[in-house]
């Protein structure tokens, strides 16, 4: 009803190791996608609408997966055909980080959190990542070079955080310490005053500012109520908005002569 110009999945599309029947094999994670893309809300919306996607660890294969992580006996699905599945069911270009502009106004950034990221159970330090060495040099070169008046990545998992002292598996996390750092600094050196984070993963919504960089960055939480939980609840020091509540984020650009405004609405469902 808001007639959007293009919709993003930021990733966790379907869940192979939760919901049932566990995608223990190729057969059942290609059911898994004719399962969700088949309600009749999505072959409606998406008969009109553009879409974008993005893959996280449930939809690659299980909770917080990296390539060499030892595998559940049951699991007949490798870390290899997740990959491989993924880009079968959605449509894709050459490869699954890319970038792409929406007139003078907007440019977003979707990244790839799963095909080159180190253990999470790996020591700290320069040489673990998430993104890999060559995605990470393409980002920044490539947001340094536009000359959109607002810049979006939409990262699948979150960069500013909070997040729960229990998770492992992104760059809000002490395992990721360094990059995510280093990532919020050069933010701050290079694109700090029209950049935004957008992330999935989290299933509550909020805008959070980080304290140190000023890294702004918004949680799309849960599309469902049923499924909005695991806040570590809300911190001044971060957090300009917070519930655990489902819904969507509902992003508008807008420009007359000189002046360009951007709003991020964070709807229910």
Same mark, same amino acid.
Not at 36 to 51: K, V
Not at 143 to 149: G, I, P
């Given at each position: 009803?808001?007639?959007?110009?293009?919709?993003?999945?930021?990733?966790?599309?379907?869940?192979?190791?939760?919901?049932?029947?566990?995608?223990?094999?190729?057969?059942?994670?290609?059911?898994?996608?004719?399962?969700?893309?088949?309600?009749?809300?999505?072959?409606?919306?998406?008969?009109?609408?553009?879409?974008?996607?993005?893959?996280?660890?449930?939809?690659?294969?299980?909770?917080?997966?990296?390539?060499?992580?030892?595998?559940?006996?049951?699991?007949?699905?490798?870390?290899?055909?997740?990959?491989?599945?993924?880009?079968?069911?959605?449509?894709?270009?050459?490869?699954?980080?890319?970038?792409?502009?929406?007139? &003078?106004?907007?440019?977003?950034?979707?990244?790839?959190?799963?095909?080159?990221?180190?253990?999470?159970?790996?020591?700290?330090?320069?040489?673990?990542?998430?993104?890999?060495?060559?995605?990470?040099?393409?980002?920044?070169?490539?947001?340094?070079?536009?000359?959109?008046?607002?810049?979006?990545?939409?990262?699948?998992?979150?960069?500013?955080?909070?997040?729960?002292?229990?998770?492992?598996?992104?760059?809000?996390?002490?395992?990721?310490?360094?990059?995510?750092?280093?990532?919020?600094?050069?933010? &701050?050196?290079?694109?700090?005053?029209?950049?935004?984070?957008?992330?999935?993963?989290?299933?509550?919504?909020?805008?959070?500012?980080?304290?140190?960089?000023?890294?702004h960055e918004f949680s799309v939480g849960a599309a469902s109520d049923s499924h909005a939980s695991g806040s570590p609840g809300e911190d001044k020091r971060y957090h300009r908005f917070h519930r655990v509540q489902g819904g969507f984020l509902q992003v508008e650009t807008m420009r007359?002569?000189?002046?360009?405004?951007?709003?991020?609405?964070?709807?229910?469902?």
């Amino acid at each position: 009803q808001l007639d959007p110009r293009f919709f993003i999945s930021a990733g966790d599309i379907v869940y192979y190791d939760s919901d049932d029947p566990r995608a223990t094999t190729e057969e059942l994670a290609r059911y898994h996608w004719q399962r969700m893309f088949s309600f009749p809300r999505h072959i409606r919306m998406l008969l009109d609408i553009p879409g974008y996607w993005e893959k996280d660890d449930h939809d690659t294969l299980t909770d917080d997966t990296w390539s060499t992580q030892p595998q559940r006996p049951e699991m007949k699905l490798t870390f290899e055909e997740g990959l491989r599945i993924f880009r079968e069911q959605v449509p894709m270009g050459e490869r699954t980080y890319r970038t792409f502009r929406w007139g &003078k106004t907007l440019q977003i950034w979707l990244v790839e959190g799963r095909d080159f990221r180190s253990p999470n159970n790996m020591p700290d330090g320069p040489q673990k990542t998430i993104w890999g060495a060559e995605q990470k040099q393409w980002l920044q070169r490539s947001l340094v070079e536009s000359d959109a008046d607002w810049k979006i990545l939409v990262s699948p998992t979150p960069i500013v955080g909070p997040d729960r002292d229990n998770k492992h598996d992104n760059h809000s996390n002490p395992d990721f310490a360094y990059e995510g750092r280093e990532f919020r600094e050069w933010v &701050k050196a290079n694109v700090a005053d029209n950049f935004f984070n957008i992330n999935g993963d989290r299933h509550w919504q909020y805008h959070s500012v980080h304290p140190e960089t000023g890294l702004h960055e918004f949680s799309v939480g849960a599309a469902s109520d049923s499924h909005a939980s695991g806040s570590p609840g809300e911190d001044k020091r971060y957090h300009r908005f917070h519930r655990v509540q489902g819904g969507f984020l509902q992003v508008e650009t807008m420009r007359s002569g000189s002046e360009s405004q951007i709003h991020f609405r964070l709807r229910d469902v």
